[in-house]
């Protein structure tokens, strides 16, 4: 748009006034003329008119306010400008076989330790005594621990290759000794069933943060019954990352190991749906809904994700697929590769039969994902 108001102010107000005619005349050019009745049919659902240099979304009035009041005080409507069309198409098409995540499965946070330099140590190899073993924490300790007080725990993602958490691949365990949190006397407890443990909770008992504080004095220990002892544990059936770079992948967690608080927990409901909902939690529809629902504000252009919001992604229905579908143990690779293996194709096309989509409704979503997932990539390299 010219932006000298005073030579070129001509050719700025016919630019603006082309603008303003293109917004207001949106719903018209998208309007459809039934031949039989000679009337012009009404918009259904949302719509979208797109040129080279903008996209105008038209959403029903009756829909915001339906999803307000579905949703109480407030409702997310960042999506309508960031979706693309083919995802409102699907949910018209076929809302009736989608659920909020949190209709399947509980989504909790993973544990925070609030001193993560106690609580995470490195195995070292088998301690002398049975039963035990020798392991080390970042501050340098290093002795052993009874290996029922030590609890397999996966801290970050890249410990995560495939859909599948394999223990053999965790590179530490969370201190959780198995005590009865209702004791009158935590430490006489963990003294008489650990005493290994014991040792290393009076050696913690001794140490500082860098600016001088007691660990058992840290506001985020400090609340607890023994600042050593964090909740007890939960059996998750499968890890959601808090966040997603250029590769997404929701892990099924048939070991039950515990995470960090960088993963969501998912306890599922139904366990007769597991076999086909990791699958489905690692499918390109599902992709899709986490670039368009997360928040892009971490570095290197990653979405982010609250616990709630995790819960709010919409899946498919475990229940109207009516084959099985292979769990990806091989390593997961960014979407635009992973979407060519034949594996992942298996999914997909489960995912494409069960909805009612052709093959080119099935391409066009997987497009639209590909050039999602690589803007926000590439904007956040420039």
């Known amino acids: 748009m010219p932006a000298d108001l005073i030579l070129e102010e001509n050719a700025r107000w016919q630019k603006v006034d ?18 039989q009745t000679g009337q012009v049919q009404p918009l259904q659902g949302v719509q979208t008119m797109e040129t080279d240099e903008f996209r105008i979304r038209l959403v029903p009035q009756a829909d915001l306010a339906k999803e307000l009041a579905e949703k109480g005080e407030s409702a997310k409507w960042g999506l309508y400008i960031r979706a693309p069309q083919v995802y409102f198409d699907l949910l018209q098409q076929a809302g009736d076989k989608f659920v909020p995540l949190s209709e399947v499965a509980e989504v909790r946070r993973g544990y925070t330790t609030g001193i993560n330099d106690f609580f995470y140590l490195e195995p070292l190899g088998s301690g002398e005594k ?54 009158d006397d935590l430490e006489v407890e963990l003294r008489m069933a650990y005493p290994l443990a014991y040792q290393y909770v009076r050696w913690g008992a001794q140490q500082r ?15 607890r019954k023994a600042w050593w002892l964090i909740r007890e544990p939960t059996i998750p059936d499968g890890l959601w990352p808090k966040s997603f770079n250029d590769k997404f992948a929701i892990y099924r967690n048939p070991d039950q190991v515990l995470s960090s608080d960088r993963f969501y927990e998912l306890i599922v409901q139904n366990d007769s749906n597991i076999s086909l909902l990791f699958p489905l939690l690692n499918s390109s529809l599902l992709s899709l809904m986490l670039e368009i629902n997360s928040r892009v504000n971490l570095g290197e252009g990653a979405l982010d994700n609250m616990t709630y919001e995790a819960g709010l992604n919409t899946i498919i229905l475990p229940e109207i697929i009516t084959s ?59």
């Not at 290093?142 to 965790?170: F, N, Q, T, W």
């Open 324 to 382: 099985g579908l292979p769990i990806l143990e091989r390593e997961i690779l960014p979407i635009p590769e992973e979407l060519k293996q034949s594996d992942r194709q298996q999914i997909e096309e489960a995912l494409c039969y069960s909805l009612g989509l052709t093959k080119v409704e099935l391409d066009s979503l997987q497009e639209e994902l590909i050039k999602l997932s690589a803007n926000r990539l590439e904007r956040a390299g420039s």
């Open 209 to 223: 943060t860098s600016q001088g504080q007691p660990w058992q004095n840290v506001p985020s220990v400090r609340g």
């Open 18 to 35: 082309t603008l303003v005619s293109q917004i207001e005349t949106a719903d018209e050019r998208l309007r459809t003329y039934d031949s």
């Open 130 to 183: 049975p039963g035990t073993l020798r392991v080390k924490n970042s501050r340098g300790w290093v002795g052993e621990i009874e290996e029922a007080c030590l609890r397999p725990v996966i801290k970050s993602p890249k410990e995560a290759k495939s859909m599948v958490v394999d223990p053999a691949s965790l590179k530490y365990r969370l201190f959780l000794p198995p005590i009865d949190p209702k004791a």
